[in-house]
């Protein structure tokens, strides 16, 4: 398990993560999502103890990343997929790798054919594609099957075979009893990929929870034979109801069972009625931009 | 032998045999030679540092004669020190420059035995490729010095050009280490030995002897002035050690 407790990191007067608490539990995929800049990649450097906290800790299994005994067959990272020397090939920059880890060198070809690089493995990683990268920095943090795995912005760079694929993959690895936290800025690309949603915004934490708890309907909207006559019979059920668009009616905080309810008991005559679910891209935004378009 | 799991991870039930422990020092030493070797650059400068001796020696012996074999081996040891600075600031500053430095310190956050396996590397690889470089250069000089060449002090001559190999190849490694910046760290090498030290030589001899370390190889080669110039060679790479470690460990990984 993954626990990270009051991380915090300050550049000068600038606090860009400030107290930030989680913990990660096998068998889940958690995002860790917000926008550039909201302090994603600095959590997670802190977590392997590549920058320095200025407070708090992280600590896998109980202990500090760096004092785990061979880290990488822990935590398999992937932060910059960039950062490989551009004239090694993909395959000795796999084998270097497998010797600091002490997996076998053959792994190195079991992971490049897991993601998909069998026939890149000779070439030089200086002629890859920002894609190609990103499969290599996943095929070395797969090298020793870690049950963690990290991944910072994973996605970028990959199309969207690529990132079905890494949906796969996470999903999977979740599925055997593996832990993954796994950054975007970008919520549709993982969305169908995560368990639970960790939101960073300005460095703080903002919402954690599951995908369903943080995205659950949000009320209800209706339209009807007759609209006066049905928001009246719903004011006096005690709801709280909204004009929307085209005649309909919203109801924030209405299943559409309620709704069905009353207008069964008054008899009126519904063209529609459906569950309103708080966008995904709605919440983000208004949990990250705090200052933001609350009506 | 280190002690293998057959699961590094029991909630996972993984199927790779990973090594329970951080890699032993030996392994890491012959990972780093192996990392200093595995791309063109690398390789380019191991073959100049072995190549440039010989070559050297035998296009001199188009225009002079060999006396003394001694002679050219300390300016071949010196030279070769130089070419071998480069190796050693390429295998740490250059893992900042490629940013590949994150991988290293995630898979050894220890980053004092990650430089010094480093260390050890460079210094291996730096007294091999010297001892070629000065071996053949040796046989080029048999072969076209003169009927009655003086031999003299060549054993020594031999030995300092692979210590200084070694040295120099760890002192360009403690400067990349506290630079992280390959060409910061080979210019600044490159100008403080070749613009600055012989700049001090005529203004300050006294001085310049106790700081040169390419003067202090050549004349150690040829017997002379023995205590000092170890002295000068051990200072340059104690200093640039020192002063490599001191700034990585303190150096956060963006
Ligand atoms: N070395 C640094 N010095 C000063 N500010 C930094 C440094 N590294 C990151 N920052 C700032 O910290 C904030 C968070 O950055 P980052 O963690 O990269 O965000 P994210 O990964 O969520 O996009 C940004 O405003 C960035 O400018
Ligand atoms: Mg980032």
């Known amino acids: ?295 | 032998m280190t002690t293998v799991l057959t699961s590094p991870a029991p909630s996972l039930g993984s199927s790779v045999e990973a090594r329970r422990t951080g890699p032993s020092l030996p392994t890491l030493v012959g990972l780093e030679m192996r990392k200093s070797l595995s791309h063109r650059s690398g390789r380019a400068f191991a073959a100049s540092a072995a190549l440039l001796g010989p070559v050297g020696v035998a296009l001199a012996a188009t225009d002079a004669e060999f006396g003394w074999a001694a002679g050219p081996i300390g300016i071949v040891g010196s030279m070769t020190g130089l070419v071998l600075l480069a190796l050693g600031v390429i295998s740490t500053a250059g893992e900042w420059t490629h940013r590949t430095v994150q991988t290293t310190f995630l898979l050894v956050p220890q980053r004092g035995r990650v430089l010094a396996a480093k260390t050890a590397a460079v210094a291996v690889l730096g007294a091999t490729l010297a001892a070629v470089s000065a071996g053949s250069s040796l046989a080029v000089i048999a072969a076209v010095g003169v009927d009655d060449l003086n031999w003299d002090g060549t054993g020594q001559a031999l030995v300092t050009a692979v210590g200084a190999g070694a040295a120099f190849a760890v002192i360009g490694a403690g400067a990349g280490a506290a630079t992280a910046n390959t060409p910061a760290a080979l210019t600044s090498l490159y100008l403080l030995i070749m613009g600055v030290l012989p700049l001090v030589r005529i203004w300050n001899p006294d001085l310049a002897q106790w700081l040169d370390p390419a003067e202090a190889t050549t004349v150690l080669a040829q017997g002379d002035a023995e205590a000092r110039s170890i002295a000068v060679l051990a200072g340059w790479v104690v200093v640039a050690s020192v002063a490599g470690w001191v700034l990585t460990s303190r150096r956060p990984v963006q």
């Open chain 1, 1 to 295: 398990m993954i626990t990270v407790s009051g991380l915090t990191k300050r550049y000068g007067d600038r606090t860009v993560v400030d107290d930030v608490s989680f913990t990660l539990e096998p068998g889940t995929v958690t995002g860790f999502l917000g926008p550039n800049g909201a302090g994603k990649t600095t959590t997670m450097r802190m977590m392997t103890g590549l920058v320095p906290a200025s407070a708090g800790s992280a600590t896998v299994d109980g202990r500090p990343y760096g004092e785990l005994p061979n880290p990488g067959a822990v935590v398999g990272t992937l932060l910059d997929a960039s950062a490989v020397h551009p004239g090694r090939t993909g395959r000795t920059h796999l084998r270097l790798l497998a010797a600091a880890l002490g997996v076998p060198a053959e792994r190195a070809e079991e992971v490049l054919a897991q993601v998909g690089l069998a026939d890149a493995a000779r070439r030089r990683v200086g002629g890859y594609s920002l894609g190609m990268r990103q499969r290599l920095g996943i095929a070395g943090a797969l090298l020793a099957d870690p049950p963690v795995l990290v991944f910072d912005e994973p996605v970028n760079g990959l199309d969207p075979e690529g990132i079905r694929w890494m949906r796969d993959l996470l999903r999977g690895h979740a599925a055997r009893g593996g832990t993954v936290l796994l950054s975007s800025h970008l919520l549709g690309e993982v969305e169908h990929t995560v368990d639970r949603l960790l939101v960073i915004g300005g460095g703080r934490v903002v919402a954690d929870g599951s995908v369903a708890s943080l995205l659950g309907p949000d009320g209800a909207v209706v339209r009807a034979g007759d609209t006066a006559a049905l928001r009246a019979a719903l004011e006096a059920a005690g709801f709280h109801v909204e004009p929307g668009d085209d005649g309909a009616l919203v109801v924030p905080g209405a299943r559409p069972g309620d709704i069905g309810a009353v207008a069964a008991a008054g008899g009126h005559v519904l063209l529609d009625l459906r569950p309103v679910q708080r966008g995904l891209e709605d919440l983000f935004f208004q949990l990250t931009w705090p200052e933001g378009t609350l009506s």
